[in-house]
């Protein structure tokens, strides 16, 4: 037996609903894009220092971060720092903290990948010209290796912040009333799948706008 359509009343009722959801997507998104980018880039200085064990621990974090699954990320953070011995009990973070804190660590270590390789295409005559110049290693670093980094780097940046929107739906595991688990409750309310609908068309319409920034940054930029 199909189910019935939604009437207008409740499709407006649920668009309403799915808003507030939208909201704490929206803020999620933008912790972890400001966040995580800076602290990708603080991690992949730290994978070429020359002090072993800060390159190392550098490099672990990272290979730690892409080699294990968001969700278990995730789940670790807001369920299992709690336990850690002597520490745990100021670790007790909530629902929408500790998945601001797993998103971030996670993007963090994908960008730092993408910053250092930006960095890596930069043509190595160029650091030796600025050293004839005499510009310090950070002047170096500020004024023409990150400029064209950045260039480099923006198609996959945009992709991995492509990749977040829809990765936000992951914290509907941990009980946070963001897009998508708004969107199951009113499914299960309804008995209609219309919900998934209108949330599909939010999620593209996000997607695009994300698109044609990125695509604007491009453009800036190259040179």
């Known amino acids: 037996m199909e189910a019935d359509a939604i009437t207008y009343t409740e499709f407006i009722n649920t668009l309403n609903i799915l808003t507030k959801g939208l909201g704490i997507t929206v803020e999620l998104f933008f912790i972890v894009i400001i966040l995580s980018l800076p602290l990708g880039f603080l991690t992949t200085l730290l994978s070429s220092s020359r002090i072993a064990p800060i390159r190392w621990l550098a ?3 990272v290979f730690v971060m892409r080699g294990t699954p968001l969700m278990l990320q995730l789940l670790f ?3 299992g720092l709690p336990y850690i011995p002597f520490i745990g009990q100021y670790l007790v973070l909530q629902r929408f903290t500790a998945a601001c804190v797993a998103f971030v660590l ?5 960008f730092c990948e993408i910053f250092r390789g930006g960095i890596k295409s930069v043509d190595p005559g160029q650091y030796e010209a600025a050293q ?5 290693k950070s002047k170096t670093l ?13 198609p996959s940046v945009s992709n991995e912040a492509i990749s977040l929107v829809k990765d936000t739906a992951l914290v509907t595991t941990l009980g946070v009333a963001d897009l998508m688990h708004l969107t199951k409750t009113q499914v299960n309310s309804l008995a209609n799948v219309t919900p998934f609908l209108i949330a599909a068309v ?3 319409i996000m997607i695009f706008a994300l698109t044609k920034l990125f695509v604007f940054i491009e453009k800036k930029t190259t040179y």
């Open 59 to 61: 490099r672990g974090y």
């Open 77 to 79: 953070v807001y369920f």
């Open 106 to 110: 996670n993007y963090a270590a994908y």
């Open 132 to 136: 004839v110049l005499g510009m310090s």
């Open 142 to 154: 500020v004024k023409i290796i990150i400029p064209q980094m950045i260039r480099v780097a923006i």
């Open 202 to 204: 939010i999620y593209l």
